[in-house]
Structure formats: C-alpha cells, structure tokens
C-alpha cells in the first residue's frame, strides 16, 4: 500500500503512446477468440487505446463531484445534461430516458439513547464532519439515511448483532436473546446491509441502527481521512435497504417499466422495502450505545476496534428512534447513447455505470463515469475516422442504483424483448480506489476480460492482465468456487450490488463487471469527493485512464467478433463444480439421498455439445449469423420461466444474489437455497428445474455446431 504511490509516479510514463507502443496488439494477432483475422481489428484497437486521457478522466471527475447529486435531484438532472453532452459529442444517438419511481428523502432521523436513570447518552445522528474537509459541510448533503427505510417513532432496548448475518442471529436465538420489540445495532460488512434489515425484522425488531466499526474501515485499518483513506469518526455510510434478493428495481413496478406515463393501477404494493425503522450511524454516535450496553459479553469475534468490551444487550441502554420518510414517485434520469451496428443492428452491446450518487460520489459512482466518459471519447475518434461497429453498441448512465439499481432494470424490463439479442453487458461502477484490477464475470465471459486486459498497459508496467495476476489480495472467506483458477488471474462471480443485475439476473444477458481497488474507507459518506480520490485513490487519474481502456475495448471488440467469443466450455466446468459442492453440502446437512444424477448427467451433456461449439467458433466458416445466434440463445437458456421459488423475478438458475448475503452470488440458488433450508422436496424439484436449463443450454450448442 505504501509502495502504491511511488510506484504509479515513477513508472507512469505520461507519453503513453509509448507505453503501448511496446505492446503492439499485432503481436497477438493470430489468436484472439472471436476474429478469423485480427489485423484489422488490432489497427482500430491501437486507435482507441490511444485516445482515452488521463487528465481529462481527472477534468469530467471534477465537474461531475462538484455537487452532492442524489438521484432525482435538480443537480443529478444536471450530471444527466453533462453526460448527455459528451455523448453527443461523441457522435452517439443520445436520449435521456425518464422513468418514476417510489423512492424516500429523509425529513427527520433522530436517534436518542438513554441511561437507565434518563440522562441522554447520545443525541445524533451528529452531521458529518472532520478537520481539513469541508465536504460535509455543504447544505445540499443529505442527512445520513437509508434508502427504503421505514417512518415511525418506536422506543425499545437495545441488543447488538455483530454483522446482522444469518449466523449472528442464529447465535442470538441460542443465547435465547428475544428481539421482539428490540432496537439491533449491528456493524456494516460481510453482507449487504437490506439483510441485515430484513433479519431483524423477520424476528419482530422494531428498528436498526447500522454503524461503521473503526475494526471494519477506520482507524484500526490506518490512518483516516484527512491523512490516509480510512473512515474518520463522524463518517456515516448511507445506503439503500430495499430486499433486493427478492427484486430489484422502482418496489411499485416489478417486472415492468416505470415509465412516466404508467397509470397507478399498474403499481403495486411493495414488496421490496423493510417496515421497520433503518437508520445508519458514524462509530462517533454508536459508541456511547455501545458502551452503555449491558448483558453478555460478546463472543470474541463479534469484538470490534471500539476501545471498550461490547456487551450483547439488552440493558443498560434504551434507544428512541424518530424516523419521517418522505416518500414520493419521483423524476429519474437514464442518459442513453446509440451507435447503429453495420453487421448486426438488432444484436447490441450495452455498457454502463450508474450516475447517482449519495453525496458527491467520487469514487462511487463518478470513477466509472469518468472512465466510461473517456471510452465514449475514443469510440468517437473511431467513429470520426470512418468506424462503424458490426453490432449496435449502446452506452448507458444509470440513475438512481443507490437507491436499488431502478434506472437500469426499468431500462431492462423496458427493453425485455430486444435483449433477448444483447450479446452483452459491460458493468462499470466502483471503477477506481486504487491500483489493484479485479473482475467479475458469467463463465463464458471470464477469459474474454482476461484477453482484453492483455491488450491494455498498466500505469505499473506490463500489461493490466499481468499486473492482476501477480497481485495477491487477501483472501475472501465469501470467493466464489470460481474465484481462483491455478496460475489464472482470479475472477468472481456476479451476485447483486451494481446494474448488471437485472441484464443478468432477468433477461439472460451475459454480464461482466470490473474496478480497480484499494483502500477505501469512505464509501457513501461526504468525504467521498475529488480532494480523497486524489489524496489516495488515483492522483495522477492514470487508472481512470486504465479504466477506460478496459471498458471500451471490452466494448468495441464484443461489437466487432465475426464470432461471438464466449467459452462455453468453461461455463460447463463450472457448473459441474458448484454441483459436485451442493451435493457434498446436501450430504453434511442428511440430506444425503438427494438424486444429483440427472443434473449432473445434463451438465457432462453441456460439455460435450460445448467442446464441439467450440470447435465451431475456432473454424469460424459457414452461416455465422446463425452460429451467434445459438451461442448468444445458451445464456438465455439458464432461465427458467417461473423464477426462483419465492422470488420469480431473478430468472436465473445458475446466479442470484444470496437471500442471506445480498451481494455475493449464491451459485445455483434454487438448489443451494433449499439444501441450506434443510428442505428435500425443494431441493429435489430444483434440481430438476436446474438439469432442464442445463438441458436447454447443450441444445443450443448443439445447433450453434450445424
Ligand atoms: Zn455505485
């Protein structure tokens, strides 16, 4: 982490044609899946590669965290006007698209705690503030609050749950801690924050408080923010508590676009949204609760960085919550941009990255618009020379995602029918905190970013894919069984926090999703601005720059492959694996006469006809119009018409986000779910559920070969 900074400096070499120079993608030539003849395919890579800019990436950073700019406030319109702009003048067909969703402003959130003898212990939230910033002095940043969250006046005792996590409950149920009635206070990380929420309420809590433990990503990490790029102790994370694992998307319209013009009779009740009160704190405002609480001491690794022993609770402390949600239909804003495909109109290549932000949202989300700012610049010199893509490429800004990716799934449910033919999705989000890429992907997408990242240098020397994997970031307790392939750059797979959600998830689109990372401790709090991107994300915004390049080459050689590289081969690996893992868990869990062989056999079944596709894709002769078709149809193949049992917007049989983790992929819910709930029948019906998507897959490679 030190060396981070010394190292972009001195090896960053600022003319970078000769960077790439030394990297000429002729090199590479012969074997890139997807071209028969990748030379003039390599001439307008070596274009693009040279037009994205580091300190322009720096300028439209700078202009779009000059305000705090939630979603549907006049100054996210204003981002939208911005990005629209460049868009423009990039040559692209630009539209902004406005849908209405049901989304809440925070009028009051008050928290009060009192001693048993009445004397206030803590009156907050305290607004946001640290020496040497004035980020969080600015009247236009909202007060700390979570999207979704209920309204109301309760008053209850207070019990701590750790991270919120299914097992932290479990270990409360078996200290026979009765929630009923019970303010939880519980510390952000290991799971998406909705889940936290959503356990609690499931047990009869009557509000949440969620603080950042310094343990987490503060003090006890490194220095804070002003000094280095931890949380400072008035730093809050805001954020969304809908129950995304059920859907995502406006909570009114699920299943159908919110478009202004939708009569009310077609909403919903939500069935997306917690009732009971969220609120989210800086460590400054827990700590007085947390000190005051009594009862047990915590089992010792629910002990966090606050200089004092935690006590489960409850006693010793009492919590009044205030919570007014101001919840209307609001105004959002999509900024879409089309370039018409040559070849292939109908059969498109969306890329994104969401807009809104919680405050100025420098990292998150303006790192990636940046960088897709600067793909969308080299894309219009390539456009300006004569360039046309053979597939319609469509870059998009997503509004409102803070509040639960709603202007990207109201663009997909929107646009359902045409996706059915998006060859793919291109995330960006997170773009930059720091210097260490990571990816994640479908199966059939995971060699096609590691090809992509061949082609681009990284400010450190060599390539981004070399630098990726040599680096060697801890390991993740929560990595997929896909993560780490032998001597391969890890990559993960897609769960839910950011837009490809509803690309995957609902209408089958194959999704990738990318960022480089480092310390970031300030994640949805005021201090996520300009001055902390470059004090310790990006000084030199060279991996903006970076950024950049990966996402719009991901772009441009999706849009341009005579055949559609996605490896199918791969895809059956794994899928193999995740049921060989589901069927030792079935047996840890007795639930050992669970038939896997028809799923299993299915899956040998998809290896086969993969092994041939891919035969087929490397000949490359023949109808390849027709080949494409069938490759691209395999990925949709993976749904099923019903949807996962008690959730049937997520279609997919092979990736979900966990009903219990929120953001990490759960690997073939539907059977894995069950077999967690310790339910045989479930498990078994799918099973068969999963074997005829599978099934449905190896028949498509099966004509993609003909
Ligand atoms: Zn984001």
């Not at 730093?235 to 508590?241: D, L, T």
Request: contains cysteine; glycine residues 8%.
């Amino acid at each position: 982490m030190t060396l981070r900074k010394p190292l972009s400096t001195l090896f960053f070499c600022a003319a970078l044609p000769l960077v790439f120079a030394l990297l000429p993608a002729q090199s590479q030539a012969p074997s890139v899946p997807g071209y028969r003849d990748f030379t003039a395919e390599a001439k307008v890579e070596d274009q693009f590669l040279a037009v994205p800019n580091a300190k322009m990436a720096g300028e439209e950073l700078k202009i779009l965290t000059v305000e705090p700019h939630v979603a549907a406030t006049p100054e996210d319109y204003k981002t939208a006007l911005y990005v629209a702009e460049k868009f423009r003048a990039a040559g692209l067909e630009t539209q902004i698209v406005p849908y209405r969703v049901l989304i809440n402003y925070p009028k009051t959130e008050q928290v009060t705690a009192y001693a048993p003898d009445g004397k206030v212990l803590m009156s907050g939230p305290t607004p946001e503030h640290v020496e040497g910033d004035p980020a969080g002095e600015n009247p236009r940043v909202v007060m700390p609050f979570n999207g979704s969250s209920g309204s109301g006046n309760v008053t209850g005792e207070v019990v701590y749950a750790n991270y919120g996590r299914l097992e932290d409950f479990k270990e409360l149920d078996t200290q026979h801690v009765d929630l009923h009635g019970k303010i939880v206070i519980c510390r952000y990380g290991q799971n998406f924050r909705g889940v936290k929420v959503y356990l609690a309420e499931q047990r009869g809590a009557a509000g949440v408080l969620i603080y950042s433990d310094p343990q987490d990503d503060g003090y006890v990490k490194g220095d804070a923010w002003p000094i280095g790029p931890w949380r400072p102790e008035m730093g809050v994370q805001r954020g969304s508590v809908q129950y995304l694992f059920r859907y995502s998307g406006d909570p009114e319209t699920p299943g159908v676009a919110s478009t202004p013009d939708l009569p009310d009779s077609a909403r919903v009740t939500p069935q997306n949204q917690p009732h009971i009160i969220s609120i989210p704190l800086s460590y400054h405002d827990a700590a007085p609760i947390l000190q005051a609480l009594k009862g047990p001491s915590v089992p010792q690794d629910w002990q966090g960085g606050l200089p004092f022993r935690y006590h489960v609770g409850p006693g010793g402390v009492t919590v009044h919550l205030d919570s007014d949600q101001d919840y209307q239909r609001r105004l959002i804003w999509d900024v879409i941009g089309k370039i018409p495909g040559s070849q292939y109109p109908d059969d498109w290549v969306v890329t994104g990255n969401h807009r809104d932000a919680w405050v100025y949202g420098a990292v998150d989300p303006s790192s990636g618009t940046a960088a897709m700012l600067e793909a969308v610049h080299g894309v219009g010199v390539l456009l300006r020379s004569g360039w046309r893509p053979k597939r319609t490429i469509v870059f998009c800004s997503w509004d409102a995602e803070e509040y639960g990716l709603m202007g990207s799934t109201e663009w997909v449910e929107q646009n359902e029918q045409q996706l059915q033919r998006a060859v793919a999705y291109f995330n960006v989000d997170v773009a930059v905190s720091g210097p260490n890429f990571e990816a994640s992907a479908v199966p059939s997408l995971k060699d096609f970013v590691r090809d992509v990242t061949k082609s681009v240098p990284s400010p450190l020397g060599s390539t981004v894919y070399e630098q990726w994997k040599n680096s060697h970031p801890p390991e993740n307790e929560h990595d997929s069984p896909g993560m780490n392939v032998p001597n391969e750059a890890r990559m993960g797979d897609l769960g839910s926090g950011s837009d490809y959600t509803a690309f995957l998830q609902h209408a089958g689109v194959p999704s990738t999703d990318i960022g480089s990372e480092g310390p970031y401790g300030v994640y949805h709090s005021a201090f996520d601005d300009f001055a902390w991107f470059k004090q310790n994300a990006d000084p030199d915004f060279v991996y903006l720059q970076e950024m950049a390049r990966v996402l719009g080459l991901e772009t441009v050689r999706m849009a341009d492959a005579d055949v559609l590289p996605y490896d199918y081969v791969a895809y059956a690996q794994e899928i193999g694996a995740y049921l060989s893992t589901a069927k030792r868990k079935a047996a840890d869990n007795g639930l050992g006469s669970l038939d896997f062989a028809p799923a299993q056999a299915a899956a040998a079944r998809m290896l086969t006809a993969a092994a041939q596709a891919q035969a087929a894709q490397t000949a490359a002769t023949g109808d390849l119009a027709r080949l494409n078709t069938f490759l691209r149809q395999t990925e949709t193949a993976f749904l099923s018409p019903e949807g996962l049992p008690k959730r049937p917007w997520y279609k997919h049989t092979v990736y979900a986000p966990g009903e219990y983790t929120g953001y990490a992929a759960v690997v073939i819910p539907g059977v894995n779910e069950a077999i967690d709930a310790h339910e045989a029948a479930r498990a078994q019906q799918q099973l068969a559920v999963l074997a005829q998507a599978i099934d449905n897959a190896a028949q498509c490679l099966k004509k993609a070969q003909l």
